[in-house]
């Protein structure tokens, strides 16, 4: 026997004989599938935004819990279409050997640019969903820059599904207004039906989400094994970098802090009793991590506005904060001039009816509506107004 004769063939879409993959099957899962992926899509751009702000398109800093909600479900619809993804591709996979039509060569080529489209769909998907799994569980084990990569890889993804969708549209219609049953499989199969597999679909599904939701509400943190926060820190409220880590214990607690407020050539210096003597106001607000996190806690200290103004800090100016940590990116970020005028951004000194504890930030920290918790900056040293 010849050795080509011995070794066996690739298999053929015909080896994989599962009843259960069926067009009807795969279009289901994918009209929730692209739900999902249009969802994570639009959200992560509002994402974008706050962290490069465009001009033409300034973000509100109401409602207060808008980046609470926008990148919970961010992280919850990649959340629950990682299951939704692995159980369409095994529906589809068997035409990845599906033989390549022959004849004429138009056929021939646009099959491959299919192939290719699709494989590039496939790829971006498995990237996005991936990367920023890991990204929400704080597991960064690559060297490449996440935040855009994972924008950049999102458009090719959100454009080759578009196309997808376009070019299957006339299949996705006919198998969406098929029922679900028939015809029934031979008498010799045994497994579960595909309505058993669908349900089981939706529910892995919903278990993944239930099982980060934790993050973001309270009342399912009990279940949430995948919440990275479980809620608890001082003052109720998880910690994202404590004082130690960020290297600020010693100048977090020195007995001479103060706090320098400038403008151009103007600065004012003031220590925390003079904070403490200022107008003290009250405002329940959320920590909103881009991990997908979030909590809510009542802050009080004093209006940032009423900061500005004692440097003649123009309305609708920018405003940079410097933290007393040096190292990392997070130790500074600008604040856009609708947040730094909102009544509600404050410069926290308490937190929940407590001091704030040096892990939330000691001895005050930025506390403003609808923000990224990234640039909700703790150990505020610095404030510049950038006009
Ligand atoms: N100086 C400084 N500020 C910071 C951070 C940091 O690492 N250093 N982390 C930010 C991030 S990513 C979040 S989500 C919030 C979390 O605030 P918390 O630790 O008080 O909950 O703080 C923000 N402020
Ligand atoms: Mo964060």
Redesign the pocket.
Known sequence: MKLAERLPGPPTEEDFDSPLRDERLTARIGVLLGICFGLAFVTGLISHLHYSPEPWLPLPSRPVWGYRVTQGLHVLSGTAAIPLLLVKLWSVYPKLFAEIPKGRIGTLVLNLVERASIGVLVAAAIFELASGLANSSQWYPWGFHFRATHYAIAWLAIGSLILHIAVKLPVIRRALGEPLTGPEPGPSYAGPSRRALLRTTWIASGVAVAAAAGNTVPFLRKVSVFAVRNGR?PEG?????SAKA?DVVATALDSSFTLTLRRGAREVSLTRADLKAMTQRGHTLP?A??EGWS?SGTWTGVRLRELLDLVDGPAGSDVEFR?L?QH?A??HSLLPGNFADDPLTLLALRLNGEELSI???YPC?LIAPDRP???????VHEIEVQA
């Open positions: 820190g409220i998880p910690i994202n970098k960020a920590i991590c881009v909590a933290s940590q990392g997070f130790g892990d939330h930030g920290r918790g990234v640039f909700q900056t703790k150990w």
